[in-house]
């Protein structure tokens, strides 16, 4: 059964610190993996990464895929309390008409003053 | 200008009641969704609609019935409500181009809370 995952589940940090967020999935036919972030209603895009190695990079927000090891990071340097939200990483892979987003469990980051 | 709408955004109703919720893009879109997130917040499909076409219906009750009208509405209709149904609803849609295509846009959720 395809499976996404995400580390740690929940994270505290003050504002300042760099953070980390891990996502690992094990899909068949993979064809993509999504970052979004949710904070109180709609989870909005961050990235999509396909190819190994490159990373995708949005201010303080950067994140990459490590095809082999089946796995990517969301990196947040600099965090600010705005950066506060529940991440998710998803997965998509090829077959069928069209292709449905496989969610992890999400990371709830919350980042104090 | 909202991309993707959801219509209501709260709905409280006791068990065994019937339900709808509405979905609307005007993003041309082809494809769209309904998920569901649980009280742990965990996001999984139920149902993927392409051009008013069903391609994928997951493992949901049959008491959940989606339907789209054209490609730009997708609703679902829920009967006979039971207490496992209160979740907050969401709404997808995404273009097939080949780049962008799994790129989904959400609407802001229909939290359904079922007494």
């Known amino acids: 059964e395809d499976k996404v995952v995400q580390s740690p589940l929940s994270l505290v940090v003050h504002e300042g610190d760099t953070v980390t967020l891990n996502c690992s999935y094990e899909?068949?036919?993979?064809?993509?993996l999504l970052w979004y972030k949710q904070e109180k209603k709609a989870p909005t895009f961050l990235f999509m990464l396909?190819?190994?190695?490159i990373e995708k990079k949005s201010g303080r927000l950067s994140s990459i895929l490590d095809k082999k090891e089946l796995s990517s990071i969301l990196n947040i340097t600099a965090t600010q309390t705005g950066d506060s939200a529940i991440y998710l990483c998803?997965?998509?892979?090829?077959?069928?008409?069209?292709?449905?987003?496989?969610f992890g469990t999400g990371t709830l980051l919350a980042v104090q003053p | 200008d909202t991309a993707v709408s959801q219509t209501p955004k709260y709905l409280v109703t006791q068990m065994g009641n019937d339900k709808s919720i509405k979905c609307e893009q005007n993003l041309g879109h082809d494809t769209m969704y309904w998920y569901k997130q649980d009280s742990k917040k965990f996001l999984k499909i139920m149902f993927s609609y392409n051009n008013k076409e069903l391609i994928i219906n997951e493992t949901v009750p049959n008491r959940f019935s989606p339907k789209s009208p054209d490609k730009a509405h997708l609703n679902l209709h829920i009967n006979s409500l039971e207490l496992g149904d209160s979740a907050v609803y969401f709404c997808a849609s995404s273009h097939p181009s080949s780049v962008a295509y799994n790129e989904q846009f959400f609407g802001p959720g229909t939290r359904l809370t079922v007494l």
């Open positions: 899909v068949t036919n993979f064809r993509s």
């Open positions: 396909t190819s190994s190695g």
């Open positions: 998803a997965v998509t892979n090829y077959g069928g008409a069209t292709n449905k987003l496989i």
